[in-house]
């Protein structure tokens, strides 16, 4: 999907199925009420920047989890890519959340700031520095909490995987990428690693890494 050139109704498919496969592995309603939600209570609201967004999804749902408790939350989604930006300006509207193509670096040029930011499955797809610069960028550009999600690389992860998409998703670039991901993708202990002073690489079930950084703990 990465291909300029890739079909574009199986790009589009993949997007649209980046929902359901992100609330079945994801685990981002767990990350919004352990590490998120509190800091919204205490502050009655926030806002929040999603690196690499993709189809918008994630964004999406953090905003509606907020605000079905009763918070603001306002979630700027980025993503380098056009047709991603495309497809999630496309999707039904929710409030709070507004879609940009750009990359972290240039909000960082442009002196923003949020309470929180977040990616998610984009640390694999990243070399040595541009991991480096994405978390510095972050540093940057987040006032409380940051939280980058990405898969595990684990075989049983992979295999599972392989065996639930085998026969669906069909027209979609899901299978194959996906597969591409988990094996791209750091071990636990690659991942902490190669984290920097002041961030934290912990687990999630299921076969999930998150990389995790608070203002005021680093």
């Given amino acids: 999907m990465d291909d300029p050139h890739c079909d574009p109704a199986a790009l589009a498919n993949t997007y649209r199925s980046f929902d359901l496969v ?6 981002w309603q767990q990350v919004y009420r352990r590490d998120l939600r509190p800091h919204l209570r205490r502050a009655g609201g926030g806002t929040l920047l999603d690196v690499g967004c993709g189809g918008g999804d994630v964004a999406r749902h953090l905003a509606r989890w907020a605000a079905r408790d009763g918070l603001t939350l306002r979630v700027t989604a980025i993503d380098a890519d056009a047709r991603a930006i495309a497809f999630a300006r496309a999707q039904p509207p929710v409030p709070g959340v507004t879609y940009r193509q750009a990359m972290s ?6 002196g923003r700031q949020f309470d929180f930011v977040i990616s998610n499955h984009l640390l694999h797809h990243l070399s040595g520095p541009e991991l480096t610069a994405l978390l510095a960028d972050t540093q940057a ?10 898969i595990e690389r684990h075989p049983l992860a992979y295999a599972a995987f392989r065996v639930a998409t085998a026969w669906t998703f069909r027209g979609s670039f899901i299978h194959v990428d996906g597969l591409r991901s988990v094996r791209r993708s750091f071990t636990h202990a690659e991942l902490a690693r190669v984290a920097p002073p002041g961030w934290q690489a912990r687990r999630q079930f299921p076969f999930r890494n998150l990389l995790t950084w608070e203002a005021g703990r680093a």
């Fill in 105 to 110: 670096g240039d909000l960082r040029a442009a």
């Fill in 141 to 150: 550009l987040c006032a409380r909490v940051a939280v980058h999600g990405d």
């Fill in 22 to 27: 992100n609330r079945v592995v994801s685990g």
